[in-house]
């Protein structure tokens, strides 16, 4: 097929185009080389594939789309702004890019009257908000945003609305609800929607991708806003100590970038895959102290240094894990890169890059905000 990729020289992006290129595909990618991912003269990634067409363009410019759609069967629709916190602080920047982004997109394709065999949508899990929770007492539940006061005593837990007590994470499938908690996951779900608008009015073959946390090499290490692998590495490679986000109790499902960009093909080119929703993951929960560990074993550091602040970000969900049966029954998807092998490949190539730590920064921003607390370290008497 002729695949258009939007934001194809980003971090999914480039795995991606690589996989589907390798595979037999001709690929042109649509990216404005935003200098937030790729410095101030950004240029296309050195190692794509050479024989990868590279447009630079954005997705809110009908032209740069109607130029970017001509000849397409398939369209792979990553570009977009990514960063949870710093969406809450540049709502604007991000309803267009996001919002405005795709609408362009999907118009110039009607418009151009491309009949797509696929167009995939990289969404996310950020759509769900909370993941899905178990109490032992009063079973599943999806809860709403945790209450701040709770935050700022130190409580990095999830209770159970009726009885207060701890719950469990369970799996979380695409059944579930959608709560955004964010300006950012707001703008996925608008994406979402116009998507299935999209395919029941003008009949085009959609898939919609709910990415979960994704890591690998190739993430920004100059982005301060988004992947917190690269973040941590950042901040670690500076000689400066981490603060985990809530003692580093939130529980995420870490999924190396390989696997999405498996994902991507099998959605891309699976028979079954048109119309679906399928959640891409690990299906392993992890804390996030589980995943600053497993990175330190993989860049030579016995013990991590910790600093205790009881830290947390006004926006940021306790718990989300993939429920992976339905991405396996319908598009064949599995997992398969571990966490230890996937931090392996991150920092072997993180080995070789300028980093910039940037903590700093988007704490002060967020404080301006109200959008940062801190609890305080940890006390005696303190269940979590
Ligand atoms: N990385 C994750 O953990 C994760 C998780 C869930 C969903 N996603 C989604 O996956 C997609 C890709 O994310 P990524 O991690 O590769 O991000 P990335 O920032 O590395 O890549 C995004 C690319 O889009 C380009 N871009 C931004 N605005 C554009 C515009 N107006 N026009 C054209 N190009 C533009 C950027 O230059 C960049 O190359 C995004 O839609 C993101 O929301 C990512
Ligand atoms: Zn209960």
């Given at each position: 097929?002729?695949?258009?990729?939007?934001?194809?020289?980003?971090f999914?992006?480039?795995h991606?185009?690589?996989?589907?290129?390798s595979?037999?595909?001709?690929?042109?990618?649509?990216?404005?080389?935003?200098?937030?991912?790729?410095?101030?003269?950004?240029?296309?990634?050195?190692?794509?594939?050479?024989?990868?067409?590279?447009?630079?363009?954005?997705?809110?410019?009908?032209?740069?789309?109607?130029?970017?759609?001509?000849?397409?069967?398939?369209?792979?629709?990553?570009?977009?702004?990514?960063?949870?916190?710093?969406?809450?602080?540049?709502?604007a920047?991000?309803?267009?890019?996001?919002v405005?982004?795709t609408?362009?997109?999907?118009?110039?394709?009607?418009?151009?009257?491309?009949?797509?065999?696929?167009?995939?949508?990289?969404?996310?899990?950020?759509?769900?908000?909370?993941?899905?929770?178990?109490?032992?007492?009063?079973?599943?539940?999806?809860?709403?945003?945790?209450?701040?006061a709770?935050?700022?005593a130190?409580?990095?837990?999830?209770?159970?609305?009726?009885?207060?007590?701890?719950m469990?994470?369970?799996?979380?499938?695409?059944?579930?609800?959608?709560?955004?908690?964010?300006?950012?996951?707001?703008?996925?779900?608008?994406?979402?929607?116009?998507?299935?608008?999209?395919?029941?009015?003008?009949d085009?073959?959609?898939?919609?991708?709910r990415?979960?946390?994704?890591?690998?090499?190739?993430?920004?290490?100059?982005?301060?806003?988004?992947?917190?692998?690269?973040?941590?590495?950042?901040?670690?490679k500076?000689?400066?100590?981490?603060?985990?986000?809530?003692?580093?109790?939130?529980?995420?499902?870490?999924?190396?970038?390989?696997?999405?960009?498996?994902?991507?093909?099998?959605?891309?080119?699976?028979?079954?895959?048109?119309?679906?929703?399928?959640?891409?993951?690990?299906?392993?929960?992890?804390?996030?102290?589980?995943?600053?560990?497993a990175?330190?074993?993989?860049?030579?550091?016995?013990?991590?240094?910790?600093?205790?602040?009881?830290?947390?970000?006004?926006?940021?969900?306790?718990?989300?894990?993939a429920?992976?049966?339905?991405a396996?029954?319908?598009?064949?998807y599995r997992p398969?890169?571990?966490?230890?092998?996937?931090?392996?490949?991150?920092?072997?190539?993180?080995a070789?890059?300028?980093?910039?730590?940037?903590?700093d920064?988007?704490?002060?921003?967020?404080?301006?905000?109200?959008?940062?607390?801190?609890?305080?370290?940890?006390?005696?008497?303190?269940?979590?």
């Amino acid at each position: 097929m002729n695949i258009l990729v939007t934001g194809g020289a980003g971090f999914i992006g480039s795995h991606t185009c690589d996989m589907l290129a390798s595979a037999g595909h001709a690929v042109r990618i649509l990216d404005c080389l935003d200098p937030q991912i790729h410095g101030p003269h950004g240029a296309f990634p050195a190692g794509l594939a050479p024989g990868i067409e590279r447009m630079r363009g954005d997705v809110c410019s009908m032209d740069d789309c109607l130029a970017a759609v001509e000849g397409i069967d398939a369209v792979l629709h990553l570009a977009s702004r990514t960063g949870v916190g710093q969406s809450m602080t540049d709502v604007a920047d991000y309803v267009e890019t996001n919002v405005r982004g795709t609408a362009t997109l999907i118009e110039a394709v009607t418009k151009s009257r491309a009949r797509l065999r696929r167009f995939v949508l990289a969404s996310s899990r950020a759509v769900y908000g909370e993941g899905l929770f178990e109490c032992a007492r009063h079973g599943r539940m999806h809860p709403d945003v945790r209450d701040r006061a709770r935050l700022l005593a130190g409580r990095f837990d999830m209770p159970c609305p009726v009885c207060d007590r701890a719950m469990q994470p369970v799996p979380t499938p695409e059944s579930c609800d959608s709560k955004p908690l964010s300006a950012y996951a707001w703008t996925k779900r608008h994406q979402e929607d116009l998507c299935q608008w999209a395919v029941s009015t003008f009949d085009i073959p959609t898939v919609i991708l709910r990415y979960f946390n994704v890591y690998g090499s190739g993430q920004s290490l100059q982005n301060p806003y988004t992947g917190v692998v690269s973040i941590f590495y950042s901040r670690l490679k500076a000689g400066r100590s981490l603060s985990l986000y809530e003692r580093g109790l939130p529980l995420r499902d870490f999924v190396h970038v390989q696997d999405v960009a498996r994902a991507n093909l099998l959605a891309l080119e699976g028979k079954d895959a048109a119309g679906g929703c399928f959640n891409i993951g690990s299906g392993q929960p992890r804390t996030i102290a589980d995943i600053a560990q497993a990175l330190g074993r993989q860049i030579g550091m016995e013990t991590v240094p910790f600093e205790d602040r009881g830290e947390f970000r006004v926006g940021d969900v306790f718990a989300c894990v993939a429920d992976l049966e339905r991405a396996a029954a319908q598009l064949g998807y599995r997992p398969t890169v571990d966490l230890d092998e996937g931090m392996r490949e991150f920092a072997a190539w993180a080995a070789g890059q300028d980093a910039t730590d940037g903590y700093d920064k988007t704490v002060a921003e967020l404080s301006q905000y109200g959008l940062f607390g801190a609890a305080g370290p940890k006390k005696a008497n303190q269940a979590a």
